[in-house]
């Protein structure tokens, strides 16, 4: 069975450093892209970044400053790194498995809700 | 970037009537690329049809989608109230993989 669970704090300091982490069941990294996409709160999806089956990556240029993704094949995980965070990244962040053709996201975890706050 | 704009930001519909959702992109896009979901209240989204015009695995019959170049869209034939939800389409043509607005549909 697919899944995807993402987990991570729920409370991040403005300017500090948002760590998710993205675990998967029933595919293999190796295989499967998986892409890092956002909702702030009653707003719509924003596309982030992807990590492919081969280990590389490409970012949304608007973010692509402060974010990394990588992985742990071994382990099943994707981890998302986002730096100087502020009180606009608030959002649920969903991890989405993409099995390689043309993008599409054809599995989601249920998302892991990020707010940022002092 | 391109840019998909999609309409209208809302539908408001009796059961059993159809519904049609349009996507626009900034650009020409391969229809191999062209995706739309739906995100029911409180839930993540669910891909519906995927390479503009395929019914993802278990997607009723009723949901449909067709397009090419700029202009997609999206057809619900006979609205159902489980279908109340935010469809979204994608592309996966170019970095950034960009979403459309998103229009919410609701039933009268």
């Known amino acids: 069975q697919v899944q995807l669970k993402e987990s991570g704090p729920g409370l991040v300091q403005p300017s500090q450093t948002l760590s998710l982490t993205c675990t998967v069941a029933?595919?293999?990294?190796?295989?499967?892209?998986v892409h890092w996409v956002r909702q702030p709160p009653g707003k719509g999806l924003e596309w982030m970044g992807v990590?492919?089956?081969?280990?590389?990556?490409r970012y949304n240029s608007a973010l692509k400053s402060r974010l990394s993704i990588s992985k742990d094949t071994s382990k099943s995980q994707v981890f998302l790194k986002m730096n100087s965070l502020q009180t606009e990244d608030t959002a649920t962040y969903y991890c989405a498995r993409d099995r390689g053709i043309a993008a599409m996201m054809d599995a989601w975890g249920q998302g892991a809700s990020v707010t940022v706050s002092s | 970037a391109i840019v998909l704009n999609q309409s209208p930001s809302s539908i408001i519909a009796s059961q059993g009537e159809k519904v049609t959702i349009t996507c626009r992109a900034s650009s020409s896009i391969s229809s191999n690329y062209l995706h739309w979901y739906q995100q029911k209240p409180g839930a993540f989204p669910k891909l519906v049809i995927y390479s503009t015009s395929y019914r993802a695995s278990g997607v009723p019959s009723r949901f449909s989608g067709s397009g090419s170049g700029t202009s997609y869209s999206f057809t619900i034939s006979r609205v159902e109230a489980e279908d109340v939800a935010t469809y979204y389409c994608q592309q996966g043509s170019s970095n950034p993989f960009t979403f459309g607005s998103g229009t919410k549909l609701e039933i009268k």
């Open positions: 990590i492919w089956n081969t280990g590389g990556t």
């Open positions: 029933g595919f293999s990294l190796t295989s499967y892209n």
